[in-house]
Each structure stands twice: as structure tokens, then as C-alpha cells.
């Protein structure tokens, strides 16, 4: 491994000549890490700055993920320079190499040369910011992996799908266990995953590739053997092809995503044709621990496209806000959209904006909003059954009959668009965030304006709301990694304030 070359390609030592990097040559070691290991932990000693070869690692702290780094970035420098325990833990998402130097050497190096000093001090200020600003998103996964979950479901005809559609980037590459065999030899994709001398240079010809490309997608038809393994091993993101209408079973890959503490992100890929049902879609997550999933018509060109956004991080969210009768301004925007012919790959929304939101998930287009809005809201307003305020101001019996006259059965999981809404919990104040399920029901529930609705009974607790913890929720959106975040909020900040009282003691 040419330690010199990778010197010279991180950015603190941009300004020093080959001669001055090679001085530090001598105190650099080698440390690998498996998918899941553990570099440091917080409160650890910090006695090395770390150089990511190859791979990716995350640090997290207790309040969750803090960021990701990945090839040539640094890593501990704030607990060298500091002299303090690390203030989080960093673990490998997939296998990575990184370039260990000791905290005496390192500070040695930096005092002889100021520019690499000026160099870490841009650094940390500037991952000091980004800290503040809470961006902490994985950002785009520069290498996929596509696993079957059985030998006959084509998963190496998805990747090259996918391959196509991600072609609008530069510097796109496919690569199988054919293409191994070809340039190495048959068989030599099949090297086991031991650090032995043909696994080592089968990492480093992976590693330049990713080098080279802004994606490399790794393509598995088989999920037993070992180049399958490699794949899992070098993912950001690891996508399982299964068909939607298919029973879930226990297979060796579903045995070897349990028994791992697996970093990269892992989502389904179901294939599904226009129409079908998808009843088993909750199983198929519980059984690969998936986090997300997409349906796939086979082969559809926009499905697949859609997929490509999402998993590069390139797909729109769109996020639309409660507000009443003012939600009704989320429609225009739709329109505008449409008119733009911007596609939405993702959608959440909140009391009025939940009801918006389903309405896209669901498929319907901006004319057929418009009147769906009108006889629910204005036509017939559904929300006229009053009752006797006990606990509510109406019943809200004839609203959640129309939501099911809407959606029927709908369930959100299989819906063809990712959806989600958010309820607020009365009994733990916390916001509940509904990504399956009922539609109609959770939808329903989103919109229960605390005293004018009544709030729903959920595992011995009440729901209402959700605009009354989060109203515009971006963070939600933000956290499922897709890509551009758009926001409609139509709340007033002054809408609860009472105009005339100012007393400074309570009244």
C-alpha cells in the first residue's frame, strides 16, 4: 500500500512536498475494520488521529448520529489536539483501512510544520459548524450493494437498471463477480474475506475503483457464496431484492444479517406488478431488518428511476405542515410541481398536511385534490357532527367515515410511495411518528385537534394532533437520507396569542 500516496491526498497536508510527508511515513500503522467493529469509544484516551484509507465510520453520541467520514478524512484529531477523552464513538459501517498515527508524533509533526496546523485548525472549525447546524445526514452512498434473497430473482438485471439511470453522474461502475473473474481469474471472486494476500489486493483494486467513480454498485446473483459476503462488506447502503407477493422465508442471508451488527444502512427491494397485493411487506422488513423499502414494477422505467434518486440521495422529499384550513395552500403547491414536472419520491405531512400528503402517496393529481378537499371540507364539511363538549366538540365519527371513504383499506406500507404522518402522544408527550398501518386511521388520528376532536386510543394511550409537538416535520424527512427536502408550512407563529394581553403577572 503506497502510504505516500495517501498522504498527499488529504487535505491537511495539501501544501507539504513529497520529502516532508515521507518524514511521517515511519509513525503510520495500518488498523482494518470490519463492518460493525468499534475504533474508539467515547471517553476513550485519545492517543491517535486516525486517516481513512478506505471504507466509511460513523460517530455517534448519545443523542444519536453525529456524522460520517470517509476516504481521506481525518478522524480523533479534537481529543488529540485537546488532550481529552473522545467525546464520541466511532464505529466502521462497512469494512474500512484507516492509518493510525500516535498523538506524540502527530503534535510533533504539526509544531515543525505551522501550515498543517493553520490546515487542522480550518478543520475542526469547520466540523465544529457543521456540528451546530445539526448536519449529521449520511449523504449520498458512493457504493451500493444489490443481494437476492434466492439465487432466481435477478438481481444483477436491477443493478444494471439502476446503473443506466444513475448515468446522468459521472463515473459510474457495475461490478459482479463476472467482472472479477474476468480480470483476476475465475474463481477469484469467490476469496474469502480472511486479510490473506488475494483478499487484501481484491480490497485495494475495490478501493481504487471507488476512487475513480461517484458509484460503484456491487451485484450479487447469489446470497450464499462469497463474493456475496464481499458485497454486504463493502456497501453504504445494501439494497435486498425479494418479489413482493412471495412468502418470507428464513434464508442464509437473512441469518447473516442478524448475526452481524451491520452499520450500512439495509432496504428492500420489492418487485411487484401494478395492482398486486403486497401483504407480507412488514415480515419481509422484520425478517432483513430493512428500514425503508421501495416497490418495483418489473422493469419500470420510472419505479427504477425513482429508486436510483432515493439511493443516491438525489429523490425530493416533500414535508407539508398542519394549519387548518390553510393547508389547503399545500394543493398549489403540488400544482406547481406538477407543472415543473419535479417528482416527488417521498412524502409526510402533519394534521392538515397528513391529509394532503396521503392524498399524494395515494397517486391522486392536483385536480383531483382540489375537489376531494372541497366536498370533504366545504362542500359537506364532515367535521359538523357536534356533540356535547365532554371531551371534544364533535364527534368526529362522520370525518373519520369520509378519510375511509377516501383511502379505504389502504394500508401505508403498501402504499407505491414512501409515506409517513405524525401524531402527538398525550400520554408521553412525545411525537409518534406512523410509517404503517391503517392509512385512513393514522391520518385521522394526525388531524385531531386536541378539544375539537377526540383523541384516539393507541396501546393504552392517547393520540391527537401531531401539529402539537411537531408541525413541519423536516427532521423526520431528513432522517431517512433520500435527498432534497421540500417544505410547505402554512402555520402562523401568532395564531394562539390572545392581542390586547400584555399584564406582566398572570391573570
Known amino acids: 500500500m503506497d502510504m505516500l500516496n495517501i498522504l498527499s491526498k488529504v487535505s491537511l497536508f495539501a501544501e507539504l512536498d513529497g520529502s516532508t510527508l515521507e518524514s511521517l511515513i515511519p509513525a503510520c500503522h495500518i488498523r482494518h475494520l470490519q463492518t460493525g467493529q468499534t475504533l474508539y469509544c467515547a471517553h476513550d484516551i485519545a492517543d491517535h488521529v486516525y486517516i481513512v484509507i478506505y471504507g466509511r465510520v460513523k460517530l455517534t453520541t448519545t443523542t444519536g448520529v453525529l456524522t460520517y467520514y470517509g476516504r481521506h478524512e481525518l478522524v480523533g484529531e479534537t ?22 498515527i500516535p498523538q506524540q508524533q502527530f503534535l510533533d ?13 480550518r478543520l475542526i472549525i469547520h466540523r465544529s459548524q457543521s456540528e451546530q447546524q445539526h448536519s449529521h445526514a449520511m449523504g449520498s452512498s458512493r457504493t451500493l450493494s444489490v443481494i437476492p434473497v434466492s ?14 439511470h444513475l448515468q446522468r453522474w459521472p463515473h459510474v461502475r457495475l461490478v459482479s463477480a463476472a467482472h472479477v473473474d474476468a480480470l483476476f481469474g475465475s474463481g477469484f471472486s469467490q476469496t474469502p474475506l480472511d486479510y ?45 431484492l425479494a418479489e413482493a407477493n412471495q412468502t418470507p422465508t428464513r434464508t442464509p442471508l437473512s441469518y447473516v444479517l442478524s448475526q452481524h451488527d451491520w452499520q450500512s444502512p439495509i432496504e428492500l427491494v420489492l418487485l411487484r406488478s401494478e395492482g398486486d397485493p403486497s401483504p ?3 415480515l419481509w422488513k422484520q425478517l432483513y431488518h430493512a428500514r425503508a423499502h421501495y416497490f418495483v414494477h418489473p422493469w419500470a422505467q420510472n419505479d427504477i428511476c425513482a429508486v436510483a434518486r432515493q439511493i443516491s440521495s438525489q429523490g425530493v422529499g416533500l414535508v407539508l405542515g398542519g394549519g387548518g384550513a390553510r393547508g389547503f395552500a399545500h394543493i398549489g403547491l403540488i400544482r406547481a410541481l406538477e407543472q415543473l414536472h419535479i417528482p416527488i419520491d417521498i412524502v ?58 377516501i383511502f ?4 401505508i406500507e403498501e402504499l407505491r410511495q414512501t409515506y409517513y404522518c405524525i401524531s402527538t402522544n398525550l400520554t408521553t408527550g412525545q411525537a409518534v411518528i406512523h410509517d404503517q ?52 408550512n402554512v402555520s402562523l407563529h401568532d395564531d394562539i396569542r390572545v392581542p390586547g394581553i400584555g399584564l406582566e403577572e398572570p391573570d
Open 79 to 100: 481529543g488529540v489536539i485537546s488532550n481529552q477523552p473522545h467525546h464520541c464513538t466511532v464505529n466502521a459501517v462497512r469494512d474500512t483501512a484507516l492509518i493510525g
Open 109 to 121: 509533526f504539526i509544531h515543525q510544520h505551522p501550515k498543517v496546523l493553520f490546515a487542522l485548525s
Open 151 to 164: 439465487a432466481h430473482i435477478p438481481a444483477t438485471h436491477l443493478a444494471e437498471k439502476l446503473t443506466e
Open 196 to 240: 490473506s494476500p488475494a483478499d487484501l489486493q481484491l480490497r485495494q483494486w475495490l478501493a481504487s475503483l471507488e476512487e475513480k467513480h461517484c458509484y460503484v454498485l456491487y451485484a450479487a446473483d447469489n446470497s450464499e457464496d462469497e463474493w456475496s459476503k464481499r458485497c454486504l462488506h463493502q456497501a453504504d447502503r445494501i439494497l435486498i
Open 280 to 282: 407480507h411487506t412488514l
Open 348 to 405: 409526510g405531512g402533519t394534521s392538515m398536511g397528513a391529509f394532503v400528503a396521503a392524498l399524494v402517496a395515494c397517486g391522486f393529481d392536483s385536480v383531483e385534490m382540489t375537489h376531494i378537499a372541497y366536498e370533504t371540507f366545504v362542500a359537506r364539511n364532515y367535521l359538523n357532527d357536534y356533540t356535547m363538549p365532554r371531551v371534544s366538540l364533535i364527534r368526529g365519527q362522520r370525518f373519520h367515515s369520509r378519510l375511509h371513504a
Open 408 to 411: 379505504g383499506q389502504r394500508r
Open 437 to 488: 398501518g391503517e392509512l385512513a386511521t393514522w391520518v385521522g388520528t394526525s388531524m385531531s385537534v386536541p378539544g375539537v376532536a377526540p383523541p384516539v386510543a393507541w396501546h393504552e394511550n392517547l393520540l391527537c394532533d401531531g401539529g402539537v409537538i411537531n408541525n413541519l416535520s423536516t427532521d423526520v424527512m431528513q432522517n431517512l437520507e433520500r435527498g432534497t427536502i421540500i417544505a410547505s
